[in-house]
Protein backbone atom coordinates (compact mmCIF):
# COMPACT_ATOMS: atom_id res chain seq x y z
CA UNK A 1 0.00 0.00 0.00
CA UNK A 2 1.25 3.57 -0.93
CA UNK A 3 0.94 5.77 2.28
CA UNK A 4 1.82 9.61 2.60
CA UNK A 5 4.04 11.53 4.19
CA UNK A 6 4.67 15.51 4.50
CA UNK A 7 7.74 17.03 3.70
CA UNK A 8 9.82 20.41 3.52
CA UNK A 9 12.98 21.44 2.23
CA UNK A 10 13.94 24.16 4.22
CA UNK A 11 14.91 27.87 4.19
CA UNK A 12 18.92 26.82 4.28
CA UNK A 13 18.66 24.19 1.53
CA UNK A 14 16.59 26.52 -0.82
CA UNK A 15 19.26 29.60 0.30
CA UNK A 16 22.31 27.52 -0.46
CA UNK A 17 20.90 26.22 -3.93
CA UNK A 18 20.50 22.56 -3.05
CA UNK A 19 16.48 22.30 -3.57
CA UNK A 20 17.25 20.47 -7.37
CA UNK A 21 19.75 17.87 -5.14
CA UNK A 22 17.22 17.12 -2.95
CA UNK A 23 14.42 16.34 -4.78
CA UNK A 24 16.32 14.09 -7.13
CA UNK A 25 17.78 12.17 -3.94
CA UNK A 26 13.92 12.05 -3.46
CA UNK A 27 13.24 10.94 -6.44
CA UNK A 28 15.92 8.23 -6.82
CA UNK A 29 14.77 7.09 -3.35
CA UNK A 30 11.83 5.96 -4.94
CA UNK A 31 9.23 8.69 -3.81
CA UNK A 32 6.07 9.72 -6.07
CA UNK A 33 5.90 13.92 -5.81
CA UNK A 34 1.69 13.83 -5.18
CA UNK A 35 2.13 17.65 -4.73
CA UNK A 36 4.85 20.30 -4.28
CA UNK A 37 4.85 24.16 -3.66
CA UNK A 38 7.54 27.12 -3.15
CA UNK A 39 6.26 28.72 -0.27
CA UNK A 40 7.22 31.44 2.07
CA UNK A 41 5.85 30.57 5.52
CA UNK A 42 4.57 33.97 7.65
CA UNK A 43 6.14 33.70 11.26
CA UNK A 44 2.21 32.83 12.59
CA UNK A 45 1.69 29.75 10.06
CA UNK A 46 5.23 28.43 11.45
CA UNK A 47 4.13 29.31 14.44
CA UNK A 48 1.02 26.79 13.99
CA UNK A 49 3.25 24.08 12.41
CA UNK A 50 5.49 23.90 15.33
CA UNK A 51 3.10 24.68 17.94
CA UNK A 52 3.97 21.09 19.88
CA UNK A 53 7.25 22.65 20.10
CA UNK A 54 5.45 25.66 22.16
CA UNK A 55 7.28 26.91 25.35
CA UNK A 56 10.72 24.79 23.86
CA UNK A 57 13.41 26.85 24.50
CA UNK A 58 14.31 26.98 20.76
CA UNK A 59 10.50 27.86 19.39
CA UNK A 60 11.79 31.21 18.68
CA UNK A 61 14.65 30.31 16.75
CA UNK A 62 13.05 27.51 14.83
CA UNK A 63 10.02 29.81 14.02
CA UNK A 64 12.25 33.03 12.87
CA UNK A 65 14.48 30.32 10.59
CA UNK A 66 11.09 28.90 9.38
CA UNK A 67 9.91 31.81 8.21
CA UNK A 68 13.17 33.26 7.29
CA UNK A 69 12.74 32.77 3.19
CA UNK A 70 11.30 30.92 0.70
CA UNK A 71 10.82 26.53 1.23
CA UNK A 72 9.70 23.70 -0.74
CA UNK A 73 6.24 21.74 0.94
CA UNK A 74 5.69 18.45 -0.72
CA UNK A 75 3.54 15.40 -0.09
CA UNK A 76 6.00 11.76 -0.90
CA UNK A 77 4.23 8.52 -1.70
CA UNK A 78 6.15 5.35 -1.04
CA UNK A 79 4.89 2.17 1.04
CA UNK A 80 5.44 3.00 4.70
CA UNK A 81 6.29 6.58 3.52
CA UNK A 82 6.24 8.21 7.10
CA UNK A 83 9.59 5.85 8.33
CA UNK A 84 11.33 5.62 5.10
CA UNK A 85 11.56 9.32 4.88
CA UNK A 86 12.67 9.91 8.02
CA UNK A 87 15.64 6.72 7.56
CA UNK A 88 15.84 8.87 4.19
CA UNK A 89 16.58 12.32 6.03
CA UNK A 90 18.69 10.98 8.96
CA UNK A 91 18.72 11.81 12.65
CA UNK A 92 17.30 15.73 13.62
CA UNK A 93 21.25 16.87 14.12
CA UNK A 94 23.28 15.86 11.42
CA UNK A 95 26.54 15.07 13.32
CA UNK A 96 24.27 11.89 14.81
CA UNK A 97 22.52 11.64 10.60
CA UNK A 98 23.97 8.19 8.93
CA UNK A 99 26.52 8.83 5.57
CA UNK A 100 24.18 9.46 2.83
CA UNK A 101 21.02 10.85 4.76
CA UNK A 102 19.76 14.32 3.03
CA UNK A 103 20.67 16.13 6.55
CA UNK A 104 23.85 14.16 6.70
CA UNK A 105 24.66 15.74 3.14
CA UNK A 106 23.10 18.83 3.25
CA UNK A 107 22.36 20.00 7.08
CA UNK A 108 24.46 22.77 8.55
CA UNK A 109 23.24 22.23 12.20
CA UNK A 110 20.85 20.93 14.40
CA UNK A 111 18.41 24.60 13.95
CA UNK A 112 19.23 24.72 10.03
CA UNK A 113 18.72 20.89 9.10
CA UNK A 114 17.38 20.98 5.93
CA UNK A 115 14.52 18.95 5.42
CA UNK A 116 11.65 18.57 7.82
CA UNK A 117 9.42 15.16 7.76
CA UNK A 118 6.59 13.85 10.02
CA UNK A 119 7.34 11.58 12.26
CA UNK A 120 3.92 9.81 12.01
CA UNK A 121 1.02 8.85 9.94
CA UNK A 122 -1.20 11.31 12.05
CA UNK A 123 1.08 14.13 12.08
CA UNK A 124 1.90 13.16 8.36
CA UNK A 125 -2.04 13.58 7.66
CA UNK A 126 -2.49 17.20 10.04
CA UNK A 127 0.90 18.65 8.56
CA UNK A 128 -0.25 17.86 4.65
CA UNK A 129 -3.91 19.43 5.27
CA UNK A 130 -1.94 22.60 7.02
CA UNK A 131 -0.37 22.91 3.18
CA UNK A 132 -2.75 21.24 0.82
CA UNK A 133 -6.45 20.93 -0.06
CA UNK A 134 -7.46 17.50 -1.17
CA UNK A 135 -7.67 18.90 -4.94
CA UNK A 136 -4.30 19.62 -4.79
CA UNK A 137 -2.99 16.13 -4.26
CA UNK A 138 -2.42 13.69 -6.81
CA UNK A 139 -3.43 10.06 -6.29
CA UNK A 140 -1.49 7.31 -5.32
CA UNK A 141 -1.17 4.76 -8.16
P1 LIG B 1 12.54 16.56 13.56
O1 LIG B 1 11.22 15.84 13.59
O2 LIG B 1 13.72 15.64 13.29
O3 LIG B 1 12.53 17.74 12.59
O4 LIG B 1 12.80 17.15 15.00
P2 LIG B 1 11.82 17.84 16.08
O5 LIG B 1 10.38 17.70 15.68
O6 LIG B 1 12.23 17.33 17.41
O7 LIG B 1 12.23 19.38 16.02
C1 LIG B 1 11.77 20.22 14.97
C2 LIG B 1 12.93 21.05 14.49
O8 LIG B 1 13.32 21.94 15.53
C3 LIG B 1 14.19 20.27 14.14
O9 LIG B 1 14.18 19.78 12.82
C4 LIG B 1 15.28 21.28 14.35
O10 LIG B 1 15.41 22.12 13.21
C5 LIG B 1 14.74 22.11 15.49
N1 LIG B 1 15.28 21.67 16.79
C6 LIG B 1 14.97 20.55 17.48
N2 LIG B 1 15.65 20.49 18.64
C7 LIG B 1 16.40 21.61 18.69
C8 LIG B 1 17.34 22.14 19.65
O11 LIG B 1 17.59 21.57 20.70
N3 LIG B 1 17.91 23.35 19.33
C9 LIG B 1 17.63 24.01 18.17
N4 LIG B 1 18.24 25.18 17.93
N5 LIG B 1 16.77 23.53 17.25
C10 LIG B 1 16.16 22.36 17.50
Same mark, same amino acid.
Given at each position: ? =??? =? ?23 ? +? ?16 ? +? ?13 ? =? ?12 ? +? ?5 E ?5 ? +??T ?11 K??? =? ?31 C?
Open positions: M =TNR =TFAIIKPDAVKNNNSGKIIDHILNS +GYEILSARLTRMTLAQAE +GFYAVHVGRPFFEEL =TRFMSSGSCWVLVL +GKDNAVEWRKTI +GANPVDADEGTIRLYA =TSLSENAVHGSDSDKNAAIEIGFFFSDAELIAQ
